[in-house]
């Protein structure tokens, strides 16, 4: 028989509906020894899986705003000495940065959740840091200047703090000055689709550590139709593949779901009566214009392609980035065939938590638990990728790379998925009813990596 791997502690911080700590979980390469979360039903949620022997009873469950946990106190707690622990995960909330909304400026950064992350690297010093978070912070600014007023526009050049990523750079030079210091960090941006998620969801993983290791995300094993001609040199989970897979669609999710009752966030009967005029794999360019205009209102002469209004879901294709509330017109998730929004187990299989995972509180926070988690997929490919630097550098009894210390990276790693196709030249395109209607084209850039200053 094989020898047993060794597995690896970590600290959850933010840990939500624990979409990161069941990722890691999968690998069977870590023990999870407490969580740090502060809202009551997300933390009811850990306790019910807790009971029902999901999680270690061992684990220690702060239910605190971050803000006000002791770092020190609770190391001792945990009975471990600075840089004992191998891993600490989480993913600070950071709306402010998502380029799905309007950004706000950060004034003070260190304020931010971002830094009281860093306050328990700080304390902890961990072998290895697992921060999750939107793919907006590798370009936010500290300070956010109005279009209207930048270069290209006639305005002075920007401020240092103004640039693009100053954020995550000003984040860099902090880490390097915590106790126990010299910690090298890779950023990447990555999309759980292409590693066999049934979700189109990019997020951004930063991974630092004390021992000078360079680490390097996996290459994608799934991809669109118009990638898989091409062949691969992959290595992930032990399986080298010749050629990437094809993307997990919304039926390999939930094809095989049967509620008899499901707990469904609703969209109103009046957006029920537009939805129902839609057909599968559609969205709003598919009723009449007049109806367009009557259903949507001003934003029907808003510009963008506007793909989330109205939309009817396609069982043929990744399901679209999940929202903490599905029942919104314009970023509408409904069902491919029943005229409803997605369901709450819908959701927790598109996220792949197990179907017997438990959620506590009311419908819609159970809907944002499990739409604002990390994909459980991604989280047990970062897993196996820490799990396996952490072998190795335990092999070598914990000595450093012996390289000179390299600066910080930021690693683009497919990230961006280029739109399906909609609409052109005055023709809606409805997936499905004509096979020959491109789906998603191939990436134009693959892998890009871009130097830090640290």
């Not at 200047?145 to 954020?167: F, K, N, Q, W």
């Not at 990744?318 to 017109?329: E, G, I």
Request: hydrophobic share 35%; charged share 25%.
């Amino acid at each position: 028989m094989p020898k047993p791997q060794k597995t690896h502690t970590v600290l959850s911080l933010f840990s939500g509906g624990m979409g990161l700590d069941v990722g890691l979980a999968k690998t069977g390469r870590f023990d999870l020894l407490g969580c740090v979360e502060k809202e009551p039903s997300f933390c009811a949620t850990i306790r019910a899986n807790q009971q029902a022997g999901r999680l270690g009873e061992k684990v220690r469950i702060v239910e605190a705003d971050i803000k006000t946990v002791d770092a020190r106190l609770l190391r001792e707690e945990l009975g471990l000495e600075p840089g004992e622990l191998d891993l600490l995960a989480g993913g600070p909330p950071c709306q402010s940065f998502s380029t799905a909304g309007k950004r706000a400026s950060v004034e003070d950064p260190r304020g931010t959740l971002l830094w009281d992350y860093l306050r328990f690297v700080a304390e902890f010093q961990p072998k290895f840091f697992l921060m999750e978070n939107v793919r907006g912070l590798m370009s936010a600014a500290l300070r956010h200047r109005p279009i209207r007023e930048r270069p290209e526009h006639g305005g002075s050049a920007l401020e240092p703090d103004e640039l693009p990523g100053s954020v995550v750079r000003l984040f860099c030079d902090d880490l390097q000055n915590v106790a126990g210091g010299n910690y090298h960090m890779d950023c990447f941006e990555v999309n759980a689709v292409n590693y066999g998620a049934p979700q189109i969801r990019e997020r951004a993983l930063f991974v630092g550590n004390r021992f000078n290791a360079v680490v390097d995300f996996p290459e994608p094993t799934h991809g669109a139709a118009a990638e898989r001609g091409e062949e691969q040199h992959l290595e992930l989970f032990g399986a080298v593949p010749t050629k990437l897979l094809p993307w997990m669609t919304l039926r390999d999710a939930i094809g095989d779901l049967a509620e008899e009752h499901p707990e469904v966030l609703d969209f109103s009967p009046r957006k029920k009566a537009y939805l129902a005029m839609v057909s599968e794999g559609s969205n709003w360019r598919s009723l009449p214009e007049a109806v367009q205009k009557e259903s949507m209102g001003t934003a029907w002469f808003a510009k963008g392609g506007r793909s989330g209004w109205w939309r009817r879901l396609t069982f043929d294709l990744p399901c679209p980035t999940l929202v903490t509330m599905p029942n919104h017109a314009s970023t509408a998730l409904c069902h491919p065939v029943e005229t409803r929004a997605l369901s709450l187990r819908e959701y927790a299989r598109i996220q792949e938590f197990p179907d017997d995972w438990q959620l506590c509180g009311t419908t819609s926070e159970k809907y944002a638990q499990v739409g604002n988690a990390v994909p459980v997929r991604l989280a047990q490919v970062a897993g196996e990728l820490i799990a396996g630097h952490l072998d190795r550098l335990e092999s070598r009894d914990w000595s450093a790379d012996p390289r000179g210390r390299e600066s910080l990276r930021k690693i683009y790693v497919q990230s961006h998925i280029r739109t399906r196709q909609w609409f052109k030249n005055g023709e809606t395109f409805v997936w499905g009813e004509d096979e020959s209607v491109p789906t998603y084209a191939a990436p134009k850039t693959k892998r890009k990596v871009v130097g830090m200053k640290g």
